[in-house]
């Protein structure tokens, strides 16, 4: 085949050929294959390269190649006339080979584009796919990758997106639904199952019934990136299933689409966003920018590594060959490259403007914030993201932890920034299992944790409030295991977190016992009243309102099964109505959603001395300093005002004032409600320890005496009903 000099100056002329192809200088930007009604304009970034090639293959995968001509600032690019949608390509990179010194380059290499907007076919784990020779970590591999590898393809920007328009939820509104785009749908008997596990899948109407009917408002969907499935779980007859495998920051992954693989899957998404939009749902992505699916120094050469890798990756300063690693992963993305920095945020704005998402969690976020070695709350990340116009005004919510030194950063992330609130979770395991010294914690993560968000400006919305991830125990396993039960992932049980901080309610995984199941569902009732009713914002575990179990595996990671899968057949109903009432409890009372925090006093212009939060003990008195330190003290009761609410413009709103009552110890408490300066008529809303807990008491008057009675681990919430 001919070859271009890529010296060559002529800008826009036709700079050479290979059989059936002009190749023209084009454009350094945008990056990625860029088509027109014309050809495809190719760009792809290499300060390292000496050389680039474009390899282009058709669908028998006979591969052509042709130098990309130009190099401008160190972004290598090309147009070839004729080329457009659909065609598959990749890059092979000539350049230094030194290990040593972290530079990784090898032409027999078939490298994806790191912009590419769709990905075809897996990684076919063999030796050819690494840039070394196994065993030989310096020794150059010499075998051709690309019968094993993926490929790139170019994808047009031609969806109708008709009248769509983002939901935006306000942050004090929102309440998040973590799911996964397989496991939602794949055994859901009203999807059909050609549809099953894709996004068009998540797109068809009995998917979107039950979020709608649950009352959630934000989908927030484990990682769509595409990914790799790791070597050694597909020798252990496993898969990655969550995702947290990155191999392309554009490109939804291929194996959700039901329309295929061959550039498809872009439309199918957009068409899922479309139709939970038309719905009033909002679509979150968790992203991983931290790491990719190219592992440790032993990993795969499949995308940057072969590009670029002392550019691309943190390289460890004592051993180049090796990485620095934030993530637990093998390598970490280096941000403090310019490039790098430059693909996360294009492809952020990707994925708003073209794919209409409406916000990301981003996956060890601490990990985007080193700038040399400690988290940098002024780094270049978030001062991008700030100055940014697009990216600011979606929500952006962090995983505000690594796994490296001075990683764990709850209640340090920037405004306009909401955090899991890792805080809170632990606080309310601990308070229901029955911890000592967890009151005073609970009610400062009760109220929003103003003392992690408060002093930078910030809401209580800044708190997203969780029980349950993706990343441990259901709600059911959660009170129904106290140890990991992990053999299934090949591991020996070693991986997971060990200290889950769960209670199993007196025997080990499932029981016919009639007391343990009637505590456990109490439990599972308090933690998710808890969640619901505390002021943030809340994100339930997608499946806990169905009573979804893992049988104790915390770590399910690897598990594309029915381990994994939501279990439609099997749903508790009775957890799925209460987990409705909640939400539409908390939807319709502003009181449990606030804008603001609670003041320290009585609120400016109130009639009387109560303030808009009272604690109570259980004799009715107000909580004095010393009561959140009792020992032993596993029962308390908060008041919280109606009065003094203000809407999302700022109007005054008057809400009704609710008493909720709480008792995790193990036997009956009596708790009094202060009729000295809460006179008037109370009407229980719900009763955790109820067979029915809307139902039973719902509306009942709770006694001429004010006194209310709770059995051991259960929670009573009322609403003062005498005239205003």
């Known amino acids: 085949m ?22 023209w200088t084009g454009e350094a930007y945008p990056l990625g294959a860029t088509p027109d009604d014309q050809g495809t304009n190719f760009a792809v970034f290499s300060r390292l390269a000496e050389r680039v090639e474009l390899c282009l293959f058709d669908d028998a995968g006979t591969e052509q190649r ?20 659909g065609q598959r390509y990749g890059y092979r990179v000539h350049g230094p080979w030194d290990p040593s010194t972290g530079r990784r380059c090898n032409p027999r290499k078939l490298l994806l584009d790191p912009y590419t907007r769709a990905i075809e076919g897996n990684v ?95 989908v927030e969907l484990l990682p769509v990136h595409h990914f790799v499935h790791d070597g050694y779980l597909l020798d252990r007859g496993l898969r990655q299933y969550w995702g947290y495998n990155s191999i392309g920051f554009f490109a939804p992954h291929a194996e959700y689409a039901a329309s295929g693989t061959g550039g498809g899957q872009v439309n199918e998404f957009k068409a899922m966003v479309k ?49 620095t690693d934030y993530t637990g992963t093998g390598n970490t993305l280096n941000v403090r490259e310019p490039y790098v920095l430059q693909l996360i945020m294009d492809s952020l704005r990707y994925w708003i403007t073209e794919m209409h998402i409406d916000g990301f969690r981003f996956d060890l976020a601490s990990a985007l914030a080193r700038e040399l070695h400690e988290v940098d709350r ?169 009573g979804r179990t893992q049988h104790g595996n915390n770590n399910a990671y690897c598990h594309d099964s029915e381990l994994s899968w939501f279990d439609w057949e099997h749903l508790d109903e009775e957890m799925l109505d209460f987990t409705r009432r909640l939400v539409a409890l908390r939807r319709e009372h502003r009181v449990f959603r606030r804008r603001e925090w609670f003041h320290e006093g009585v609120p400016e212009g109130a009639d009387d001395e109560i303030r808009d939060i009272e604690w109570c003990r259980p004799d009715g008195t107000r909580m004095a300093d010393e009561d959140w330190h009792t020992d032993g003290a596993a029962a308390i009761a908060v008041y919280l005002s109606g009065e003094h609410l203000g809407d999302r413009h700022g109007r005054p709103v008057i809400d009704d004032s609710f008493y909720l009552a709480l008792n995790a110890t193990a036997e009956p408490m009596e708790f009094r409600l202060p009729d000295d300066w809460l006179a008037g008529a109370w009407s229980c809303v719900f009763d955790t320890a109820a067979e029915r807990p809307f139902g039973a008491r719902a509306g009942e008057t709770c006694g001429t005496a004010h006194e209310l009675t709770l059995v051991g681990h259960s929670m009573i919430l009322a609403r003062r009903v005498e005239a205003r």
Request: negative net charge; charged residues 25%.
């Open 2 to 23: 001919t070859r271009t000099d890529p010296n060559s100056t002529a800008s826009g002329a036709h700079e050479g050929t290979t059989p059936g192809h002009q190749v």
């Open 66 to 85: 042709v130098d990309l001509p130009r190099m401008t600032g160190f972004t290598w690019h090309g147009y070839l006339p004729g080329i457009g949608p």
């Open 124 to 218: 076919r784990w063999s030796d050819a796919i690494h840039g070394h020779v196994p065993g030989d970590p310096f020794r150059r591999q010499e075998q051709d990758s690309a019968p094993d590898v993926p490929r790139s393809i170019v994808v047009a920007s031609d969806f109708d997106w008709g009248d769509d328009h983002a939901p935006r939820v306000p942050e004090a509104e929102t309440i998040v639904y973590e799911t996964h785009v397989k496991g939602f749908t794949k055994r859901h008997p009203g999807v059909p199952e050609e549809l099953r596990g894709t996004y068009a899948g998540l797109a068809h109407p009995a998917a979107i019934k039950h979020l709608t009917e649950l009352g959630v408002t934000s």
């Open 275 to 323: 139709a939970l939009h038309a719905a009033g749902l909002e679509v979150i992505l968790d992203v991983v920018y931290n790491h990719t699916g190219e592992g440790n120094h032993r990993g795969p050469m499949l995308s940057m590594r072969g590009l670029d890798n002392q550019a691309y990756y943190r390289i460890h300063p004592d051993s180049p060959r090796h990485y």
């Open 378 to 546: 002024l780094s270049s990340f978030f001062d991008i993201i700030q100055q940014d116009p697009v990216i600011r005004a979606v929500k952006l919510i962090a995983e505000p932890w690594d796994v490296g030194e001075g990683g764990y950063q709850v209640g340090n992330f920037p405004p306009h920034w909401a955090e899991w609130n890792g805080h809170y979770r632990d606080s309310m395991r601990d308070v229901w299992r029955g911890e000592p010294d967890t009151l005073h914690d609970f009610g400062r993560r009760f109220t929003g944790s103003a003392d992690l968000y408060a002093d930078e400006g910030r809401t209580p919305a800044a708190s997203v409030n969780l029980i349950t991830a993706h990343d441990g125990f259901t709600l059911l396993d959660l009170v129904t295991y106290n140890r990991k039960h992990n053999r299934a992932n090949g591991d020996h049980n070693r991986d997971g977190e060990t200290w889950n901080r769960s209670w199993n309610c007196g025997v080990e995984g499932p029981t016919d016992d009639p007391a343990v199941n009637a505590l456990r569902t109490r439990q599972r009732r308090n933690l998710m009243a808890t969640l619901l009713l505390s002021q943030g914002m809340p994100m339930i575990l997608g499946g806990d309102e169905l």
